[in-house]
């Protein structure tokens, strides 16, 4: 910062998974810093155009006018890039004995910012991303955070940009499978994103009138899905669509993932919907298909709701940094945005609240939880 605190120059990062209002917020961020009199600067894929520079022959970090940010509002991804590998908090380091040691390499990014006279970073990002946001403000940054993720796992915020989009594509994809599961009398799984939270799955399944809902908050039973299907066809109902997130697991049993955690790198999840369809083909004898959204639902143009909530993220980013405010993440508490400070956000996870209205509302519907009740 410089010596009188006034902002002259700001950066912009986005990291982790891509969401559907990255570049909205972006585009905000940009305009609204430029009308207060501001230099913006988006910094290549997370941090890594500041720690690795000789990647981009253009620069690791790029000046953003106008012209850079025109017309990308409604656009999916980020112009910046993004990654979800290489946490600059334990950044794994090859020794020279082959072995892999985890470094934290923030010093080398407040570094930077004081050494090119950045006065502040406004971190765009989800629990990873906000966690190194935190980190970087206690070493003195100034920083501001954008809550931003389709499995909308944030606390302290009543809901993160990307989910919106992620859930209409799902109710949308559900609602697809309704006819063509009826018309071959087939049980159809449905696995969604949402790492270990149910968000997507329980709002698109009962958005999407899916008969079975499998969230991680709420370990099931496949006896129970079973039950459930079999009492639909004693009823004539001669299909029946079951949504599982990613995260599920049963009562019994472990989650599915597709590789372990690396050095600053998550688990990567899936597979439940292919195990739960091959279980459920055998204990009922219907003809059985799985369908896995994965990736679909971070790409596409964002919701109308996505592109304003990223929108009004952006610009009350630049007044947070305007007011003076650091180590906040601004967070729409409805019909408000207002500022959480990270250390309430950082390391924390918004699940599910299994005896919530949502999931009540599903239960009264007659949506099977896989779960005794
Ligand atoms: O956090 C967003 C998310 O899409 C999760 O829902 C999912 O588990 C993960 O990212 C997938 O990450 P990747 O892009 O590395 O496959």
Redesign the pocket.
């Known amino acids: 910062m410089n010596s009188n605190n006034t902002i002259r120059r700001i950066a912009i990062s986005t990291g982790?998974?891509d969401a559907p209002g990255l570049n909205a917020v972006i585009r905000a961020l940009v305009v609204s810093a430029l009308n207060h009199g501001w230099e913006c600067y988006g910094i290549r894929e997370g941090f890594n155009g500041v720690l690795f520079p000789e990647r981009y022959p253009d620069g690791g970090i790029i000046r953003l006018n106008r012209d850079r940010v025109r017309g990308i509002t409604h656009l999916g991804g980020t112009i910046l890039g993004t990654t979800?590998k290489g946490n600059p908090l334990c950044y794994p380091l090859r020794m020279p004995d082959g072995s892999i040691r985890e470094v934290d390499r923030t010093d080398e990014i407040v570094s930077y910012f004081a050494k090119h006279e950045i006065d502040a970073l406004v971190a765009i990002g989800?629990d990873g991303s906000l966690t190194i946001a935190h980190a970087l403000a206690k070493k003195g940054l100034r920083v501001v955070g954008v809550p931003k993720?389709?499995?909308n796992d944030l606390d302290k915020t009543n809901t993160t940009f990307g989910f919106d989009t992620a859930v209409s594509f799902a109710t949308e994809s559900i609602d697809r499978l309704h006819s063509t599961a009826e018309s071959h009398q087939r049980v159809m799984v449905v696995e969604v994103?949402?790492?270990y939270a149910g968000w997507i799955a329980l709002h698109s399944g009962i958005s999407g009138g899916a008969h079975a809902i499998l969230i991680p908050e709420i370990p099931f039973s496949i006896e129970r899905i079973a039950a459930k299907i079999r009492e639909r066809e004693s009823q004539g109902r001669i299909y029946t669509i079951v949504v599982v997130a990613?995260g599920a697991r049963p009562e019994d049993g472990h989650r599915a993932i597709v590789s372990q955690a690396d050095v600053g790198q998550a688990e990567?999840?899936g597979g439940i919907g292919e195990q739960l369809a091959r279980t459920l083909c055998q204990m009922t004898g219907k003809d059985t298909r799985t369908v896995v959204l994965g990736?679909l639902?971070?790409g596409g143009s964002p919701t109308t709701f996505d592109r304003l909530a990223a929108l009004r993220f952006g610009t009350a980013a630049v007044r947070a940094l305007e007011s003076g405010h650091s180590g906040v993440m601004v967070a729409l508490h409805h019909p408000n945005v207002m500022y959480v400070p990270l250390e309430e956000v950082a390391g924390r996870m918004k699940a599910v609240p299994p005896d919530c209205d949502t999931v009540q509302t599903g239960r009264d519907l007659g949506i099977c939880f896989g779960d005794e009740t």
């Open positions: 982790g998974g979800n989800g993720t389709i499995d994103m949402g790492r990613e990567r999840l990736h639902l971070r």
